[in-house]
T-cell receptor
């Protein structure tokens, strides 16, 4: 089946620093990727839709200047959490659709802890 | 926007019993309804999905039913096993290639 990878799997950083998370579709091309955030014991909340070659579409309440998304190729989308604060600590998961199918494949997630 | 409600939030069953999780959605334009299983610290894994032109779909011990008129869909797991213990999420989307709107999840515990 289709595989989506994320890197890193976990990261610990100091408050005020920036962290970049990569999402790759390993064996298929994805014109659209999605970024979700999941707090402990909660559901997945859509943050933004990442479109290859164009600007990302952010959900209401998500600061686009804080969560920078770049989708420079058909297999890679990056999420940069700028000036991270402890409240940004969460599980960030990306996903992508295999073209012409319904199935949305999820990456393994990145656990971000901001001290 | 789409609002997906999921019940119950927790469910405990004895091994071998059936488990049913129910979801409702608000947007009549939604036509794709997947169910995901997520184990602690892991990625969500698709276990079954259904489109709005189908009323029921079954895959071994797992089945999903959809009532488009009432805007609700349900997950049925029969002959539950301890390894079925996990958090289950329902979701809705207007079509493939679009973002998923998730329910809040159901923590299922299957006790031996």
């Amino acid at each position: 089946g289709a595989v989506v990878s994320q890197h890193p799997s976990w990261v610990i950083c100091k408050s005020g620093t920036s962290v970049k998370i990569e999402c790759r579709s390993l064996d298929f091309q994805a014109t659209t990727m999605f970024w979700y955030r999941q707090f402990p014991k909660q559901s997945l909340m859509l943050m933004a839709t990442s479109n290859e070659g164009s600007k990302a579409t952010y959900e209401q309440g998500v600061e686009k200047d804080k969560f920078l998304i770049n989708h420079a190729s058909l297999t890679l989308s990056t999420l940069t959490v700028t000036s991270a604060h402890p409240e940004d600590s969460s599980f960030y998961i990306c996903s992508a659709n295999l073209l012409r199918t319904d199935t949305q494949y999820f990456g393994p997630g990145t656990r971000l802890t901001v001290l | 926007g789409e609002n997906v409600e999921q019940h119950p939030s927790t469910l405990s069953v004895q091994e071998g019993d059936s488990a049913v999780i129910k979801c409702t959605y608000s947007d009549s334009a939604s036509n794709y309804f997947p169910w995901y299983k997520q184990e602690l610290g892991k990625r969500p894994q698709l276990i079954i999905d259904i489109r709005s032109n189908v009323g029921e779909k079954k895959d071994q011990r797992i089945a999903v039913t959809l009532n488009k008129t009432a805007k609700h869909f349900s997950l049925h797991i029969t002959e539950t096993q301890p390894e079925d213990s996990a958090v289950y999420f329902c979701a809705a989307s207007v079509d493939s290639g679009y973002a998923l709107n998730f329910g809040k999840g159901t923590s299922l515990l299957v006790t031996p």
